[in-house]
């Protein structure tokens, strides 16, 4: 099978470029042929820029560029991560020549929500979910802080709702969890389109014994994933729970205030995937306190992987990952007090959590490894195909 694989960097790394590597190495390694079709927004000057802005609306270079592509290579299926902002929905109209299947994984809620979050001012925010216009999130500047920059994302969700974009073009969107299948469904966008495939774990870590002696965070230090209710769980165990953290963002400094405070509490910033698994593996157990609806949470399978059960929040796509006393442990979002009776008992209880751990690897082993992903995959392929064909 020969597959366009087409994706708009970050300016910051994330999980969805992982992904949209992984998934393309994935299909390498099976023998498929894969195109890599890539912008970045390290292109960008300026956010507000009136050039930038209609080009988010609709592409004309990418466009050309995308239709070009197809018909020359003629793959079987265009597979779409990201668009936003240089690539553009226009390249989903481009794909469907040639009676190309196209697919599109729903990283994010940026095609319901100008933030892609559904989260403002330290809460979890619907205002734009379902709207025609995106009014509420340029009150609210919520895209960079800025009115400019939010409305040609507004600007460009009206346009594509119009012209039924994302009903019409794609033969298959992939969303992560079903709790973001229902919200995408509750937005507008085609009941029977979306299926449900859960990211994976590329490379398997291997499972741990939990003999580091330190509870674990993994990601990005910033207010939606929660590390203010962390820190201040972590102030009320007192040093009892000593604490990693690995990640970096807008909230280091808090954070590395915190470091500073206590040696129970270590802050190593960024660190490279395979010094992570190891660390992940002489965990006792991972803490995952997000406080929006998460699409998914890769620091969670891999906690799986490693073995280790997980500390996470009733909400969103943790809810649907972590079992309660199977895997994990679940606690409302925003309470710092049931937080830390969940780490405080994790702790207590290193046999409990180490079954819990044995649990949660069954679960990567079932549902999070890469032949799972490749079957899951080659399946949609199939699907949009065969609609691409009819």
């Given at each position: 099978?020969?597959?366009?694989?087409?994706?708009?960097?970050?300016?910051?790394?994330?999980?969805?470029?992982?992904?949209?590597?992984?998934?393309?190495?994935?299909?390498?390694?099976?023998?498929h042929q894969v195109l890599r079709y890539v912008d970045d927004n390290d292109r960008i000057n300026s956010v507000t820029s009136v050039p930038t802005s209609v080009t988010a609306v609709w592409s004309r270079q990418t466009f050309r560029r995308i239709r070009a592509l197809v018909r020359a290579e003629r793959p079987d299926v265009v597979h779409f991560h990201n668009t936003f902002p240089l690539i553009s929905p226009s390249a989903l109209h481009a794909a469907r020549v040639n009676g190309t299947a196209v697919v599109q994984t729903l990283h994010n809620y940026r095609l319901l929500c100008p933030m892609g979050q559904f989260f403002r001012e330290g809460r979890v925010c619907e205002d734009c979910l379902g709207r025609g216009t995106a009014w509420p999130g340029v009150l609210h500047a919520c895209y960079r802080d800025s009115v400019a920059a939010t409305a040609a994302v507004a600007v460009m969700l009206a346009v594509h709702r119009r012209l039924k974009t994302w009903h019409d073009k794609p033969h298959v969107h992939i969303a992560l969890t079903e709790f973001a299948r229902r919200k995408f469904i509750e937005g507008g966008f085609p009941e029977d389109r979306?299926?449900?495939?859960?990211?994976?774990?590329?490379?398997?870590?291997?499972?741990?014994?939990?003999?580091?002696?330190?509870?674990?965070?993994?990601?990005?230090?910033s207010p939606e994933k929660g590390i203010d209710v962390m820190l201040e769980a972590w102030r009320r165990l007192e040093g009892s729970v000593p604490l990693v953290i690995v990640g970096g963002g807008p909230l280091s400094r808090r954070v590395a205030r915190a470091a500073d405070s206590s040696p129970a509490l270590r802050w190593l910033g960024w660190r490279p995937r395979d010094e992570v698994h190891a660390i992940q593996r002489n965990a006792r157990f991972v803490v995952f306190p997000s406080q929006w609806y998460e699409t998914f949470g890769m620091s969670i399978v891999e906690a799986f992987a490693a073995a280790r059960p997980v500390v996470a929040?009733?909400?969103?796509?943790?809810?649907?990952?972590?079992?309660?006393g199977?895997?994990?442990?679940?606690?409302?979002?925003?309470?710092?007090?049931?937080?830390?009776?969940?780490?405080?008992?994790a702790w207590s209880d290193p046999a409990a959590s180490a079954a819990l751990g044995r649990a949660a690897?069954?679960?990567?082993?079932?549902?999070?490894?890469?032949?799972?992903?490749?079957?899951?995959?080659?399946?949609?392929?199939?699907?949009?195909?065969?609609?691409?064909?009819?």
């Open positions: 099978m020969k597959v366009l694989s087409v994706h708009n960097y970050y300016q910051h790394p994330g999980g969805e470029d992982q992904v949209f590597q992984a998934e393309a190495d994935l299909l390498e390694s099976h023998g979306i299926v449900v495939k859960p990211n994976f774990v590329a490379s398997d870590p291997g499972p741990g014994a939990g003999e580091g002696e330190y509870a674990l965070f993994v990601g990005r230090l929040t009733d909400l969103g796509a943790p809810a649907e990952l972590v079992a309660p199977r895997t994990g442990w679940l606690v409302p979002p925003g309470d710092a007090g049931a937080l830390a009776d969940a780490m405080r008992a690897r069954r679960e990567y082993e079932e549902k999070y490894n890469a032949g799972r992903a490749y079957e899951n995959l080659m399946a949609i392929y199939a699907t949009a195909c065969e609609r691409a064909r009819s």
